[in-house]
């Protein structure tokens, strides 16, 4: 017996997200647009004995809006971001008004992956440990990386796939990049999917300071997280959660649905280099682009705007850039690039669920967020990063990049529809 | 013993995230509050926390609405 496999189109029809820029979409990208940072000094715990004392925070979010009160002791922070993010995708996407059958249901699904975890559950339960007969029979199910999916199936009443990644901060862009594959291949029709992250606590900023990944510019938080600048010092960690709706394209017309873009290709690769440093010339990242490049069947040449994974880290943006340089040949010199990071931070696991819905949002409007805090640009990163102001280009297709720890990358390509 | 009774609720209602006055002795943590399994063994642990009681497993399946509760703290709670 064959089996003829045809693979479909997938759209985004629904975007939400929590983050230090914004508590919806739309207010995040008018900050970014506008240029504005959503780093600040920590509040969450004493930071007198760290070396970095600043973040990305969530501010305002209430999950009150979002989840029933008794559930919500159930849950570590990163699931309450993930159903905030979920719910704005959900009615964004306009399923709060249609009533789907069994069947529908059936084939949706999601895949919320979280790059840590519930860490914050672990240091709290750790920090009060009162013997085996005190573990609450909660603390499993709220800090376990696939619960964001679990709890977001069981509010929505979806039945379709239920998984989730953990790939570090290649997480979002991977648990879309998957999704949107189930989709193509006809394993589900409509997927929830993106990521979501917070380890605002001593356990995650003390333990990422100890790689001397963070920015120390602590005097000047809004001006740490500087991607591509010569004087960058390292990321500046943040939380928050990026969803979206993924939906077969021509169910999406059918009902008449809003579309963002369609995820046009995902690739993704590994370094097999180090377990934090990326291979000497960026080739995961060449090869990550590459692949999806050739998954969306496209020319380099076809692509006008990239969301760099661009976190900031001396290393990270040079061998990136030198990977676009790899890549693009000479439209590196035509190709705009830039790093929302410089403005939310370094969302990890949640990353690639916000920078795609920016992305997006660039391929639909045509304009570009800029990377803030380009003062004096590094030579060995000599591609237009939209300095300090936001851009515009005009081009069909626009891409996402995401490296994760352990040499894990992952990229997407998206198209206007 | 309307001390046990009152404190036995206010633990259920603070568990469970339900008024107080939603709750009686005759309250099934299941069937009438709307307990899952895991809520269940919590509010167990919290009883036992606020009258210094260590329940057994065995009795602990045996405690299913406030009133058994309620009956067992007075029977073993320390005087």
């Known amino acids: 017996m064959t089996r003829t496999v045809q693979r479909r189109r997938v759209v985004i029809t629904g975007m939400g997200s929590v983050n230090p820029c914004g508590l919806t979409v739309p207010e995040t990208w008018n900050n970014l647009l506008a240029g504005k940072s959503g780093i600040s000094t920590i509040d969450r715990f004493d930071v007198t004995d760290f070396a970095c004392k600043i973040a990305g925070q969530v501010k305002g979010f209430n999950p009150d809006l979002f989840i029933d009160k008794k559930e919500q002791k159930k849950m570590d922070i990163f699931i309450h971001y ?8 959900w009615v964004d996407a306009g399923f709060d008004k249609v009533e789907l059958s069994k069947a529908e249901r059936e084939v949706f699904g999601t895949y919320i992956g979280s790059g840590i975890g519930g860490l914050s559950t672990i240091w709290d339960e750790a920090n009060g440990y009162r013997g085996p007969r005190r ?67 001593q356990l995650g900023v003390g333990g990422f300071a100890a790689m001397r990944a963070l920015s120390t510019r602590n005097d000047e938080p809004e001006r740490a997280s500087r991607p591509f ?4 010092d390292g990321f500046v960690m943040a939380e928050g959660a990026g969803i979206v709706i993924l939906e077969e394209y021509e169910l999406a017309k059918a009902r008449g649905a809003k579309i963002y873009a369609e ?37 380099p040449e076809q692509v006008g705007y990239v969301n760099m994974h661009g976190t900031s880290t001396p290393v990270g943006d040079k061998l990136e850039c030198m990977a676009i340089r790899k890549v693009f040949g000479d439209h590196a010199n035509r ?46 990163c000599d591609i237009d990063v939209t300095a300090n102001a936001a851009g515009a280009f005009d081009a069909e297709y626009a891409m996402n990049n995401g490296f994760g720890f352990g040499g894990t990358n992952g990229c997407l390509v998206l198209r206007k529809v | ?43 167990i642990m919290a009883i036992e926390e606020a009258f210094s009681l260590e329940i057994p497993e065995s009795e602990q399946e045996k405690i299913r609405t406030v009133g058994d509760a309620i009956a067992y703290i007075e029977k073993h709670a320390k005087a």
Request: hydrophobic share 40%; charged share 20%; aromatic share 4%.
């Open chain 1, 263 to 299: 995820v046009a290709g995902y690739g993704m690769s590994g370094d097999a280099n180090h377990i934090t440093t990326p291979a000497p010339e960026g080739e995961g990242g060449q090869r990550v682009m590459r692949a999806a490049l050739k998954d969306a069947d496209i020319a």
């Open chain 1, 82 to 89: 993930a159903l905030g993010a979920a719910h704005e995708a």
């Open chain 1, 229 to 232: 600048d010569v004087d960058r």
């Open chain 1, 335 to 380: 190709i705009k690039v830039s790093s929302s990071k410089s403005m939310h931070g370094h969302l990890l696991g949640a990353a690639g669920g916000l920078e795609t819905i920016i992305t997006a949002m660039a391929v639909k409007t045509g304009k570009i967020p800029p990377t803030i805090n380009v003062d004096n640009q590094d030579p060995e």
């Open chain 2, 1 to 43: 013993m309307a001390d046990v009774r009152k404190k036995v609720i206010a633990i259920i209602a603070e568990q469970l995230a339900k008024p107080e006055d939603s709750i009686s002795e005759s309250s099934h943590f299941v069937d009438d509050l709307g307990a899952d399994s895991l809520d269940t063994v919590e509010i």
């Open chain 1, 135 to 201: 573990t609450s029979p909660f603390f499993i199910p709220s800090l376990i990386v696939n619960l964001a999916s679990g709890q977001a199936s069981i509010k929505y009443g979806l039945q379709g796939p239920n998984s989730a990644v953990a790939t570090a901060c290649a997480t979002g862009a991977h648990a879309i990049g998957d999704a949107a594959r189930l989709i193509a291949f006809g394993y589900a029709d409509r997927m929830m999917a993106g990521g979501s992250d917070s380890v605002i606590n």
